[in-house]
């Protein structure tokens, strides 16, 4: 049942004063208006077919009023004004009943009077508590004249006054009853309409609440992001710092060895101290590429003919103490990878090579296709001092380092790793104590097919 507090809503509209009971509490009173119409027309008619010539001129006046006040209550209420419709419908209602009962009596009404009397206390119980009582009131006085007008009829004979009496009973109690019902009927409504929109207010309010949450902890996660990301910047520096080493050891060695050297062989080291410097500065642009978060370069490369180009470089690594082995195998496919991460990878583990012999001893770069075709093998090797159980299942731990203090950053493998598994291929290092180590990389290949023209 659609019911609204007792307060009327304006129109917010600028410039109208237009007064609303509820969007469906304004259809409930236009369907009212329109059934009670139509049902007091319809009741004189039948009214008149059936009495004929002698019909009292009052049924069909009543009838006629009643309808008029129902159109006229429609058109206030088509006009935007609901509650004075509302209003206009009971006191219109009292009036006419007022004058049915008074002219018929209580007797004529009690077929018809719960289709009489509940549109008017509904009305008023939508209007309020207030008016519902003084209708209840009302009401219950003309029941008393209806029943007074009957036992006047009548001479007040005994016998009859006390079926008037009788009526008039049930019809105030009956009154009374309905009145009562409609009232907590109607509050219970009202108040559970208030909560229902207290609980609407909380439930924007913690809408509002959570859109802020998860605003902030969208923000929240930016910064974390920010904060990884300059994380991860301070770790790419450090590793890239720790290849510069390697580069600069390469191009010192390669300027020594200008110093010691004839003409022609100065020429074929400046050439090696130029390659280093490219290389050098493929390395800087690793940084570069992250800071400014940009994608790594990847290209189609032939695996053999890049170690092929490394091996001079890979040379001037180690001193005359360790024997430097490169085989490329011969093998013929493609690897999808950055080339100069590539480079800076078999480096590092050069370098990591010949820090791990001090007394000298022997170095192998390997490539090998293994049964699969679709895969292929680096392998990195060295006889030097090994690692323990315990730091080889640590080795590829982010910052993880046996060096002193100052000589290392634990980020060389934990790099390269990164880097293999995002190219798609993954990482195994086998060593153990005083028997060396191996590293091998395994990375997907491409058919030849793909080599551009």
């Known amino acids: 049942m659609p019911i609204i507090p007792p307060s009327p809503r304006t129109s917010s509209l600028p410039g109208t004063a237009t007064q609303s009971l509820g969007r469906r509490t304004d259809a409930m009173l236009r369907g009212l208006l329109h059934m009670v119409g139509l049902f007091h027309l319809l009741m004189a008619v039948w009214i008149a077919l059936r009495m004929g010539m002698g019909l009292d001129l009052m049924v069909p006046l009543i009838a006629v009023l009643h309808a008029l006040l129902c159109l006229l209550c429609l058109l206030q209420q088509r006009a935007g004004n609901a509650l004075r419709a509302a209003s206009l419908f009971v006191g219109g209602q009292l009036l006419l009943l007022t004058a049915a009962y008074a002219y018929w009596g209580l007797a004529a009404q009690l077929r018809l009077q719960l289709v009489l009397l509940l549109p008017v206390l509904f009305v008023a119980a939508v209007l309020g508590r207030r008016p519902l009582w003084w209708v209840t009131a009302w009401l219950c006085l003309l029941i008393v004249v209806g029943a007074w007008v009957d036992a006047s009829t009548l001479m007040f004979r005994p016998d009859r006054l006390l079926l008037a009496v009788n009526d008039l009973a049930i019809c105030v109690f009956a009154t009374l009853l309905a009145a009562w019902l409609l009232h907590h ?33 969208e923000r929240s996660r930016d910064q974390l992001v920010h904060a990884m990301k300059m994380e991860n910047v301070g770790r790419l520096a450090s590793g890239i710092a720790h290849d510069f080493n390697h580069l600069l050891a390469l191009i010192q060695s390669y300027i020594a060895k200008a110093r010691r050297s004839q003409a022609g062989e100065l020429q074929v080291a400046l050439q090696g101290a130029d390659a280093a410097v490219r290389r050098a500065t493929a390395v800087s642009r690793r940084l570069l590429d992250f800071s ?60 990591n090579a010949h820090q791990a012999m001090p007394e000298g001893g022997h170095f192998c770069l390997e490539v090998v296709q293994p049964s699969r075709i679709d895969e292929v093998v680096i392998q ?40 293999v598994e995002a190219a798609g291929g993954h990482i195994q290092v086998e060593s153990g104590k005083d028997r060396g180590t191996r590293v091998s990389i395994r990375l997907p290949t491409r058919p030849l097919a793909a080599v551009p023209a």
């Open 185 to 217: 009927s109607v509050t219970g409504l009202r108040e559970s309409l208030q909560v229902a929109r207290e609980h609407s207010r909380d439930l924007a309010r913690k809408r509002d609440e959570l859109q802020l949450e998860i605003q902030e902890k």
């Open 292 to 351: 400014r978060l940009e994608n790594s370069r990847p290209q189609l490369l032939d695996v053999a003919a890049t170690i092929t180009a490394m091996v001079p470089t890979l040379q001037q690594v180690f001193d005359a103490r360790v024997q430097c082995e490169v085989d490329s195998g011969q093998v013929q496919c493609l690897i999808h990878f950055d080339p100069a991460q590539l480079e800076s990878i078999l480096l590092s583990l050069a370098v």
């Open 380 to 419: 990195v090797s060295d006889s030097g001092h090994g690692m323990s159980e315990e730091v080889r299942a640590r080795c590829l731990e982010p910052f993880f380092t046996t060096k002193p203090v100052g000589q290392g950053t634990g980020l060389g493998l934990a790099v390269t790793a990164s880097l």
